[in-house]
C-alpha cells in the first residue's frame, strides 16, 4: 500500500510507517504531529477522546526519534520495534500511569492509576507514543458509545451515525487519522462491531493471549484486549507487541506466540472456510448479506474451500452471554463503592456507611451500568442461581464444545461481524433488549473463548460492512491469513471515510 | 420446672487464623504485623480497578498442610469463589474465598475433658482472603465520627477451619481451640495470636434436652477474642438459651454479640438480616489441580504432631501423661524441654562437663518436673513467655546435673532457680559465687554434727526420750550452721550414728 502519494502520514497504516520512519523519510515528531494536527482539525466533530496529552506524546515522539537515530548511526536498524515512535490511543478501561483512566463513567472521572496495565507497559516498552485515551460506553456496557459520560463519538464515515461500541472512541481515531493503531478491549464485540462500523480491523485474540492486568474489569471470563488497526498487517503487529504470558493475570496462557506478520501473505489456498447456517439466516440487513457474500466468492475465488458447517446452539449464545457477563460484571462494578477512590457526592455529612456508598453508586454509575448490575445481582441470588447462572455456565459449556467440534470440520467460522451497518443516532432502539442484538454473531467467540477478528468486506448504503473470522484457540494466525485475503478482494483501498480519510 | 442439668449444650466452632506467609495470599506485599498503616498494600490488596490476583502458593501449600494435620482429606480439584457484600474494609466488594469444594475437609482433631477422650469432627478448611482492618476514631463505634482503614491486613491469607457441632460444653470448645492453636502452631502455619488478630473464633451454641436427638435453635456468637472468652460466651449464652427455654420461651435463630467487659450476649442481627453472598465461581484465577504427590510431599515434611509427641514423652521417658501433654502442647516448651534432654544426653557423653551423667529418662522427668513446676510459675509472675526469658535449656539441663551429682541439694536448687531465672547465669556460677557447694563429705559432716549435738543438749535429751521430733530440730540447725550446704541424706545418716554412739 506505500507510495500512496496523496495520503497524508496520520492516514497511512503502522508498516508503511515504520518502514519510512526507518529509512529516515520521516521523524516520530512529524507523525506525530500530523496526527495532533488531524485531532486539531476533525476532533470537534468526531469525538474520538476523552483525554489527550499533547506534550507528553510529543516527548514520547522525540525519544523514538533518539532510539531511530542512534540505530541509523549504528546502522542497527533492525533493532528498531515495529511500534517505535507509532501514535496510538488506548481505550479508556486501560490503565495508564499518571494519565485518567474513566472507563468513561461518572464514577471515575478523577481517576488517575498509579500502574500501567500490562498492555500499556509493553507498548510503551515498544516505544509506542501514546496520544491519549479512547472514548467508549460506560464501563465497556453498550454497542455505540453513547453510554459514555462525556460524549457522543461520531462515525468519520457518517457523522450521523454511530461508530458502534463500546470501543467507538478507538476505532473512530483509527478511521479519522487521529491515531494510527488502537487497543480495545472486547467482552461480547467491544472490538470487533466498532471495527466493523468505522471500516477498520479489529481482533479479538483467544482468552488468555494477552493479559487483563490493569484493563478495567468487565465481566472477567469473557474480557479480552486486543488491537484496533488500518489493515490486517498492522493488526499482526500489534498483536505480537501485545500477545504472551503475564505473571500477574493468573487466566494468561504461556503458549508460545508465533510471528503473525509472516503469516499475513500465506494466502487461503486448501484453507477450509467454514459456514455456520445458523449465522446466515435473517436478521442481517440486505446489504450485510449482500457484502459478506461477495467476499465469500473471493475467498473461494482465491483458493479456499467453503464448507457448511452447523452450531446447533448458537441462537442461545446471546442469551447466555448476558447472563455470564451481567453476574460478573455486578461483582466487578461493586469495588466502585467510593471508598477508597472514585465519585462520591457533595454534602455527604451525616451519611453512615451503607448510604454513602449507595449514594455514591446511585450517582455515580450511568442507567445501562446499573441496569446491568441489578441484571447480575438477580441471576446470582440465591433462589435464581441454579435456574440462572448456573444453567447459563453449563449451556456455555455446551456452546464452546459446539464451537470447537465445528473447528475440527474447518479451519475458521465466518459470519457478518454485526446484523447492521452503523445506524444513524435516531435509528438507535430504546429497547435495550433489541440494542442487545448488535451482538448476536459475536458473543459466541467471547463465550467459547476462541479468537475471531473484524474485516472490512465492502460497503453497503455507503457504509462499510466488516466479515468476522472466528478461528481456533491461539490459532490468531489463521485470522490474519484469511483476513489479509479478505482485505485483498473486498476493493475498501478505495473506499475513504467522509472525516479524516485514511488511506486503506 | 425441669432443671438447668436436664439440658445439653451443642457447640461447634469456627475459626479464623491468619496464615504466616512471607507475603500475601494473592499479591506479594509483606504481612508484618504492626508496620505503619497503609505500607505494605498495592493495586491489587486495594482493589484498585483493573488489579488481578495471583494465587501465593505457598498459602495453599500451608492450608494443605493445615488440613493435613487435622486429619482431613485434600481436594484433588477445587476452585476459588467470590462472596459479595459491601464493607467498607472489603477493597473489591467481594472476598476471594470457597465456597463448595474446601482445600481440606472431613477431619477430626482428639480432645480431653477432665480425663474424658473425645473426637471433635472437622467438616472443611477452606482458605481465603483477609480484609482490611477498620478502626474508629473515637472511643467507641457508637461516638466515633470517623472510621479510618489500615489495608495492610487486606489479603493475607487466611484460612477457615469449621468444626461439626460436636461439643457439648464450654470446657470442650476450649479443649478444642487450645488443641487446634497447639497444633497450627506446630506445624508453623500460624502464630495463632488472639491478642493480635491472627486467630478468631465464632462460636455456634445451642440446646437441648438431654433425651432428644434434635438439635435446637442456634445462635451464633461473635467477637470472641481469647480462649477465656470463649469459655465465659458459650456458658452465659447457654444458660441464657436453657433459662429461656425453662420458662416456655423460643430461642431464635440470631447472632449475638459478646461482651467481655459486661460478661454477655447481645442481639445483633436475625437470620432473616443475613445477606446473601451470591457466591459464583471466581474467574480471575484458574481452578486448582492438586497433585496427590504434592500432598503427599506436605504429608512427610509434616513435623510431630503434638499428641505423637505426648505419647512419646510417655513411652519414652516415663513422663507423667499430664506433663507430657503439658508441654507438648505448646511447640516453646516443647523445643526447650527437649533442649534439656539434648543439653543432658551430651553433658553424660562428655563424661562430666559440669554436672556429670544423668539417666536419661530421670533426667527428662526433672526437666519436665521444672518446667511444669518452677519454670512456668517464674513466667507466669513475670508476666512474660519462655522465649523472652533469659532462661535457656542448657542451664536447666545443667542445674538438674548439679542436683543429681549431690553438688547442691533441691532446696538448694531451687534458689539458684531463682537467679538464674534472673540474671541468665550459669547455675554453676551462682552455686561457686554463693559458696553453695553441698558438703557430703563424712568428715566435714561429722564435725558439724558433733558440734551440734554438743551445743544442743536438751533437744539431745528429747531425742533418747523418744522424742522423734528432735531430730528434725538438730536437723535443721545443722541446716542452719551450713546454710542448707549440708547433703541431708549423708547428714541423716551421720547424726543417728553420733547419737546412736552417745546413747
Not at chain 1, 329 to 349: C, H, K, Q, T, V
Not at chain 2, 467 to 494: D, H, S, Y
Amino acid at each position: 500500500m506505500s507510495g500512496n502519494a496523496d495520503a497524508t502520514l496520520c492516514d497511512m497504516t503502522l508498516h508503511e510507517l515504520h518502514d519510512m520512519l526507518l529509512s529516515g523519510q520521516v521523524s516520530s515528531r512529524e507523525i506525530t504531529s500530523d496526527v495532533l494536527a488531524r485531532i486539531d482539525e476533525v476532533e470537534a466533530s468526531v469525538g474520538a477522546y476523552v483525554t489527550r496529552d499533547r506534550e507528553t506524546a510529543l516527548k514520547g515522539a522525540d525519544a523514538a526519534d533518539e532510539v531511530i537515530a542512534r540505530a541509523r548511526r549504528d546502522r542497527d536498524t533492525g533493532a528498531i520495534g515495529a511500534l517505535v515512535g507509532i501514535p496510538v490511543v488506548l481505550k479508556d478501561n486501560v490503565c495508564t500511569r499518571g494519565m485518567r483512566t474513566t472507563c468513561c463513567s461518572k464514577m471515575l472521572e478523577d481517576f488517575i492509576p498509579t500502574y500501567d496495565a500490562a498492555v500499556t507497559a509493553r507498548l510503551r516498552e515498544a516505544g509506542a507514543v501514546i496520544v491519549g485515551k479512547g472514548n467508549m460506553d460506560e464501563f465497556a456496557m453498550g454497542s455505540t458509545t453513547q453510554t459514555s459520560v462525556f460524549h457522543v463519538t461520531r462515525n468519520p464515515w457518517d457523522l450521523e451515525r454511530v461508530p458502534g461500541g463500546s470501543s467507538g472512541g478507538c476505532a473512530a481515531a483509527v478511521a479519522a487519522g487521529e491515531a494510527v493503531a488502537s487497543i480495545g478491549t472486547d467482552t461480547g464485540g467491544s472490538i470487533r462491531q466498532p471495527a466493523s462500523f468505522c471500516g477498520v480491523v479489529g481482533l479479538k485474540p483467544t482468552y488468555g493471549r494477552v493479559s487483563r492486568y490493569g484493563v478495567v474489569a468487565f465481566a472477567s471470563s469473557l474480557d479480552t484486549v486486543g488491537p484496533i488497526t488500518r489493515d490486517v498487517r498492522d493488526c499482526a503487529i500489534m498483536l505480537k507487541a501485545i500477545a504472551g504470558r503475564d505473571g500477574r493475570d493468573s487466566t494468561s496462557a504461556p503458549d508460545a506466540v508465533p510471528d503473525y506478520s509472516s503469516c499475513v501473505e500465506r494466502g487461503v489456498q486448501g484453507l477450509r472456510i467454514g459456514i455456520p447456517e445458523q449465522f446466515f439466516g435473517p436478521g442481517m440487513t440486505d446489504g450485510v448479506r449482500t457484502a459478506v457474500e461477495r467476499a465469500l466468492r473471493a475467498l473461494e475465488d482465491a483458493g479456499a474451500d467453503i464448507v457448511e458447517v452447523s452450531l446447533p446452539l448458537a441462537e442461545h449464545a446471546l442469551a447466555v452471554y448476558y447472563l455470564v457477563a451481567t453476574a460478573e460484571a455486578s461483582s466487578n462494578m461493586a469495588r466502585l463503592d467510593g471508598i477508597r477512590y472514585g465519585y462520591r457526592p457533595e454534602g455527604r455529612g451525616g451519611m453512615d456507611v451503607a448510604d454513602l456508598m449507595s449514594a455514591s453508586r446511585g450517582q455515580g454509575f450511568g442507567m445501562e451500568v446499573k441496569r446491568r448490575i441489578m441484571l447480575g445481582t438477580f441471576v446470582l441470588s440465591s433462589g435464581n442461581f441454579d435456574a440462572f447462572y448456573g444453567r447459563a455456565l453449563r449451556s456455555r459449556r455446551l456452546l464452546a464444545e459446539d464451537v470447537r467440534r465445528a473447528l475440527t470440520e474447518c479451519d475458521c467460522l465466518v459470519s457478518p461481524t454485526a446484523p447492521t451497518v452503523a445506524f444513524r443516532f435516531d435509528e438507535e432502539p430504546d429497547d435495550p433488549l433489541a440494542m442487545y442484538l448488535q451482538d448476536i454473531y459475536t458473543t459466541l467467540a467471547n463465550l467459547a473463548g476462541v479468537p475471531a477478528i473484524s474485516v472490512p468486506c465492502g460497503l453497503a448504503d455507503g457504509m462499510p460492512v466488516g466479515l468476522q473470522i472466528m478461528g481456533r484457540m491461539f490459532d490468531e494466525a489463521t485470522l490474519i491469513r484469511a483476513g489479509r485475503a479478505v482485505e485483498l478482494t473486498s476493493g475498501m483501498d478505495a473506499a475513504r471515510p467522509k472525516v479524516g480519510g485514511c488511506a486503506k | 420446672m425441669t432443671d438447668r442439668n436436664d439440658y445439653e449444650v451443642v457447640v461447634g466452632i469456627e475459626v479464623h487464623v491468619e496464615l504466616a506467609t512471607e507475603s500475601k495470599v494473592f499479591c506479594g506485599c509483606k504481612t508484618a504485623f504492626g508496620a505503619a498503616p497503609n505500607t505494605q498494600v498495592c493495586p491489587v490488596c486495594l482493589g484498585m480497578p483493573g488489579a488481578l490476583p495471583v494465587l501465593n502458593r505457598r498459602a495453599l501449600e500451608y492450608t494443605i498442610r493445615a488440613g493435613l494435620a487435622l486429619n482431613c482429606s485434600i481436594a484433588g480439584w477445587t476452585k476459588f469463589d467470590r462472596k459479595n457484600y459491601f464493607y467498607p474494609d472489603l477493597a473489591k466488594g467481594y472476598q476471594v474465598s470457597q465456597y463448595d469444594i474446601p482445600i481440606a475437609h472431613d477431619g477430626y482433631i482428639d480432645i480431653e475433658v477432665d480425663g474424658q477422650p473425645k473426637r471433635i469432627r472437622v467438616r472443611r478448611v477452606h482458605l481465603e482472603e483477609e480484609t482490611a482492618k477498620l478502626v474508629h476514631a473515637g472511643d467507641d463505634i457508637i461516638s466515633a465520627n470517623q472510621s479510618l482503614l489500615d489495608f495492610n491486613r487486606s489479603g493475607i491469607g487466611l484460612i477457615e477451619i469449621v468444626s461439626d457441632a460436636d461439643m457439648r460444653s464450654a470446657d470442650e470448645a476450649r479443649a478444642y481451640l487450645t488443641k487446634l492453636r497447639s497444633i497450627l502452631v506446630a506445624i508453623g502455619v500460624s502464630d495463632c495470636k488472639m491478642e493480635e488478630g491472627s486467630m478468631r473464633c465464632e462460636a455456634n451454641v445451642s440446646v437441648m434436652p438431654r433425651d432428644s436427638k434434635e438439635f435446637g435453635t442456634l445462635v451464633e456468637l461473635k467477637n470472641i477474642a481469647s480462649f477465656r472468652a470463649v469459655h465465659r460466651a458459650i456458658q452465659y449464652e447457654s444458660t441464657r438459651q436453657i433459662d429461656l427455654v425453662r420458662s416456655g420461651g423460643r430461642v431464635s435463630r440470631e447472632t449475638r454479640h459478646w461482651d467481655d467487659v459486661r460478661g454477655e450476649t447481645a442481639f445483633m442481627r436475625s437470620k432473616e438480616q443475613a445477606a446473601d453472598y451470591r457466591y459464583f465461581p471466581e474467574p480471575d484465577l484458574m481452578p486448582l489441580e492438586i497433585a496427590p504427590e504434592w500432598v503427599e510431599e506436605i504429608r512427610g515434611g509434616l513435623p510431630e504432631l503434638p499428641d505423637a509427641r505426648a505419647a512419646r514423652y510417655v513411652s519414652e521417658f516415663g513422663l507423667p501423661a499430664s506433663d507430657a501433654a503439658l508441654i507438648a502442647e505448646s511447640r516453646e516448651l516443647a523445643s526447650f524441654f527437649e533442649g534439656v534432654c539434648d543439653a543432658l544426653a551430651k553433658a553424660g557423653a562428655g563424661a562430666g562437663v559440669g554436672a556429670g551423667a544423668v539417666d536419661r529418662a530421670e533426667g527428662a522427668r526433672e526437666a519436665a518436673k521444672w518446667l511444669v513446676g518452677d519454670v512456668s510459675a517464674a513466667l507466669k509472675a513475670s508476666g512474660i513467655e519462655l522465649s523472652q526469658s533469659k532462661l535457656a535449656p542448657g542451664q536447666l539441663a545443667e542445674l538438674i546435673g548439679l542436683v543429681a551429682s549431690g553438688k547442691i541439694s533441691g532446696r538448694i536448687a531451687k534458689s539458684v532457680f531463682e537467679e538464674v531465672f534472673a540474671s541468665g547465669k550459669r547455675p554453676g556460677d551462682v552455686v561457686r559465687e554463693r559458696g553453695l557447694v553441698q558438703i557430703s563429705d563424712a568428715g566435714e559432716l561429722a564435725a558439724i554434727v558433733q558440734r551440734v549435738i554438743e551445743a544442743n543438749p536438751g533437744p539431745v535429751a528429747d531425742y533418747f526420750a523418744g522424742k522423734e521430733k528432735a531430730l528434725t530440730f538438730l536437723v535443721g540447725q545443722i541446716m542452719k550452721e551450713t546454710r542448707g550446704r549440708a547433703n541431708p541424706q549423708e547428714t541423716n545418716r551421720i547424726l543417728r550414728e553420733e547419737l546412736a554412739k552417745r546413747a
